[in-house]
């Protein structure tokens, strides 16, 4: 015979407590009272406990914010998680899906790498050639690069820029650093990268970030195809679809 386990209230109530807190950012117990529905003797018992643990902390205004042990937790949880093996399915659905090729780009020491890559059931000779699982990719004509840089902090951004080489791949590339920062602010603004047959003529490239649960950048998706697939019925929907993806991947780290 199988028994159902039921959830302890006072635990239910205290993740409640600090859910609160970490979407409000602070609360006085007032706040939390009138927000969570619990008694005013409960809240201050649980405010009391999670305080014990260092789990929230009551500022000097009587206000409570999240404890560092919280953001402890929060670093080892990010620390265990392998993006590419974790985000692989996902992707993979995403290939499904659009029919198109996925790739998927992170940053390391100032420098843009494809570390997935899924190719479309309709593969065509010139995505296989353009890209690979470990190379370089410019940050001025591909919409992946464009996303890791967009959400760089400044002083990373213009040390990035100032080192770029512009080479006019096509009629469409960007070839200078005003352009690009102009592109680049755009890209923030919309929240998605559009590459219009900057490094191939042939080829497009549409892609979005994924941020961890500090809303910090930690890759780029994207979808790649041929220019012929990319009217903007299908861009609508692939974009649709990536930001689907996209919050699917950043929900494993909330």
Known sequence: MQSNMSKSPTATRLI???DLIGKKRELNPSEIINLSNIPKTTVYTLLEILSQENLIRKRIDGKYVLGVKLLELGGLAAGSFDIRTETKPFLVELAKKTQMTV???????NEAFYLTKIESPE??????????EGKRLNFYNTALGKIL??????????????NI???????????????????????????????????????????VPIFNYNNELICAIGVTGLASNFSENN????????????????NLLE
């Open 123 to 132: 593969i065509n000779r010139a995505t296989i050639s353009c890209s690979w």
């Open 165 to 207: 080489e512009f080479i006019k791949k096509t009629e469409n590339t960007i070839t200078n650093k005003e352009d690009l920062k102009e592109e680049l602010a755009k890209v923030k603004q919309q929240q998605w990268a559009y590459d219009n047959g900057e490094d191939l003529n042939e080829l497009r490239c549409l892609a």
């Open 235 to 250: 861009k609508n929907i692939y974009l649709q679809e990536l930001l689907n993806t996209a919050r699917k991947i950043s």
């Open 16 to 18: 409640m407590i600090m």
């Open 149 to 162: 840089l967009a959400w760089q902090p400044e002083d990373i951004m213009n040390k990035i820029i100032e």
């Open 103 to 109: 790739q998927q780009a992170i940053l390391e020491n």
